[in-house]
């Protein structure tokens, strides 16, 4: 009884192979119709916000972004998380005009702040740093990121 089940399945899944292929290539092409045309209607503001659109991507893309060398502070150099979030939410508390720079190099995680052109803006700055981080912080040589267009020094 099980090879007349088995049987018939295969009977039915063939059948139904055959069915579909044949239905499939059953698709004529008819060039001999006529030519049918598409009009579109566009709103002109489409294109204004594709080029607003294209204009942002630009600016914001990795590429648009310029580097030099320059000097950043370290701040903590940590194997403990949270003790990283903690002492990069100090940094924008009370210096939200410094960009941190939190990243993770296993097992440490390490934060640095701002991008500073000139060494003497950056001492200045780790002074200030000092007052709340008890460990120390170090002036640093890095490559920093830079106002696209301009000579002024992000901070």
């Known amino acids: 009884m099980g090879t007349l089940n088995n049987f018939c399945m295969k009977f039915v899944l063939s059948l139904f192979a055959v069915l579909i292929s044949t239905l499939a290539f059953a698709q004529t092409n008819d060039t001999d119709s006529t030519q ?31 580097t030099a060398k320059g000097f950043r502070i370290m701040i903590i150099s940590t194997s403990n998380r949270d003790e990283a979030i903690s002492a990069k939410t100090t ?17 440490f995680y390490k934060l640095k702040a701002g991008n500073f052109k000139d060494r003497k803006e950056a001492e200045a700055y780790q002074t200030r740093l000092n007052q709340y981080f008890s460990k120390g912080v170090y002036v640093i040589s890095d490559v920093i990121e830079t106002k696209p267009g301009s000579g002024e020094e992000m901070q």
Not at 98 to 107: F, I, M, R, T, V
């Open 91 to 107: 940094v924008y508390t009370y210096f939200p005009e410094l960009k941190a720079y939190l990243w993770h190099q296993s097992p």
């Open 36 to 66: 049918k045309t598409v009009t579109v209607h566009k709103d002109a503001r489409i294109d204004l916000l594709m080029a607003k659109q294209a204009q942002i991507n630009e600016e914001t893309s990795r590429n648009a972004r310029r």
